[in-house]
């Protein structure tokens, strides 16, 4: 008997053990408190733990940046032809979308991110990152491991699941609107409610972190190109220096969060980019400045864009200059706050909670950090929410985009367990409550 057979009747075995299944194998409401807590031990045991590690390292030695991720798409599809799960792929170029139950409603779907960043490893470690210059610093090669790890174990249970569980590999996350080009493809046509993870390594391991409504922020960049006349540094009647224009746009883009905006609504202005000259006794023809901002409602935000255009182009003129505005590489969607739906946050409270323990599913603050997953919730009900992978005793783990950045492997089970939970008890609650109400998660943030 082959290794996988041999886990999948175990899980079968497992499961019947577990859950009030008669004649007609299906999940029911009384078994509902048990199922989290099985997928957990599941996960756990060493055959799938190591399953998911060796998983790990393979797409963390060869990170990929967004809409590139071949090789990643590649080992995602080997692994679900191993398992015998259908997918749809291409997917907004190289994203996977797989399929697991009945193929009819309930639709729930539960995603993970694909994409790398463009920055070098300074981690020492046998499976550091092969590639120079490109990392998986954000923890999606994790992010990928436990939608995998997710999705054995709810092959295992296929039979039972009455309802079809999407499983939603996205390209593309850090900065490129993946998840609006997969909704463009049509990934969540028929979904009923749709699930994220993010590592996080501020949080202790084994706990889960995230709150009902506004969790994280829009966001967009902008750039701007100040030209003046260049010339000698020693004679600056003959010059229109644009480093002292850009130096005074700088200071006026500040005064906007601190003037201008109710200092209960938040929201950043940061110009992060600075780039203009390169001697000493040369005034440079222009200077480029560029940056983010962040805010939770779509007003706040539109207000802003127009006001960062606005302050960019009069302040440069005071000093004579010629400014240019161009806002995300002219064209790349803007990011949306990430709005958390609330009967997805009871069920996940409710669910979390069966798993870890009540006292370990935190509430938290909402974050100006900003999550493409928001284009998912922008459209269906949607939840996302923080895994946590601290572990004092395993050494400092530094915070996402570091280059020392780790993942602990440990956390691998949990969001596995999650994944595959969160899922299949919203296809039991679904079904014991034809009509739920739904709650909308946008009444409140995106006035549309
Ligand atoms: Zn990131
Ligand atoms: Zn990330």
């Not at 499983?167 to 699930?195: R, T, Y």
């Not at 229109?240 to 202005?269: G, K, M, T, Y």
């Not at 590489?329 to 990430?338: I, S």
């Amino acid at each position: 008997m082959g290794f996988s057979q041999w886990l999948s009747l175990t899980f079968i075995f497992h499961a019947f053990l577990s859950l009030p299944i008669s004649s007609e194998p299906s999940l029911s409401p009384e078994g509902l408190p048990q199922i989290p807590v099985n997928f957990l031990e599941l996960a756990k045991r060493p055959e799938v733990f190591d399953w998911m590690v060796g998983i790990r390292r393979k797409i963390h030695e060869n990170p990929e940046l967004g809409f590139q991720e071949f090789e990643t798409s590649k080992l995602i599809r080997a692994e679900l032809d191993q398992m015998g799960i259908p997918y749809k792929y291409p997917v907004a170029e190289t994203g996977v979308v797989g399929y697991i139950g009945t193929g009819s409603p309930p639709f729930v779907a539960i995603r993970a991110d694909m994409d790398a960043l463009a920055m070098q490893e300074s981690v020492e470690w046998e499976h550091k990152s092969k590639v120079p210059g490109k990392m998986h610093a954000c923890g999606h090669d994790a992010h990928v491991t436990m939608l995998l790890g997710a999705a054995k174990i709810l092959q295992d249970h296929r039979h039972v699941i009455q309802g079809t569980v999407v499983l939603v590999f996205q390209p593309g996350e850090e900065g490129h609107g993946g998840a609006k080009k997969m909704l463009d493809d049509g990934v969540l046509e028929n979904v009923d409610a749709i699930f994220g993870i993010h590592v996080s390594a501020s949080r202790p391991i084994g706990t889960v972190a995230s709150r009902p409504g506004p969790l994280l922020a829009g966001s967009g960049f902008f750039e701007a190109v100040i030209s003046g006349k260049g010339g000698h540094a020693a004679i600056p009647q003959h010059t229109i220096d644009p480093i002292l224009a850009a130096s005074n746009v700088i200071v006026s883009l500040q005064h906007l969060v601190s003037r201008e905006a109710d200092p209960l609504d938040s929201q950043v202005v940061t110009v992060a980019k600075f780039q203009g000259g390169g001697a000493f006794n040369v005034i440079p023809d222009s200077v480029t400045i560029g940056g983010t901002f962040r805010a939770f409602s779509k007003e706040t935000f539109i207000h802003l864009k127009q006001r960062i255009e606005e302050v960019i182009t009069k302040q440069a003129s005071v000093q004579r200059c010629n400014a240019t505005v161009t806002f995300n590489d002219n064209g790349q969607p803007f990011f949306p706050a990430t709005v958390n739906n609330k009967d997805l946050h009871v069920h996940f409270q409710k669910v979390a909670g069966d798993i870890l323990g009540t006292q370990n599913v935190l509430e938290m603050q909402p974050l100006m950090g900003s999550e493409d997953f928001a284009f998912f919730a922008e459209v269906i009900p949607g939840y996302f929410f923080f895994l946590g992978m601290k572990n004092e005793t395993q050494g400092r783990f530094e915070s996402e985009h570091s280059p020392y950045f780790r993942v602990n492997e440990d956390a691998l089970p949990y969001g596995a367990a999650l994944h595959a939970s969160l899922a299949t008890t919203y296809i039991l609650e679904k079904q014991s409550k034809p009509n739920p109400p739904k709650g909308s998660s946008h009444d409140e943030l995106n006035p549309s």
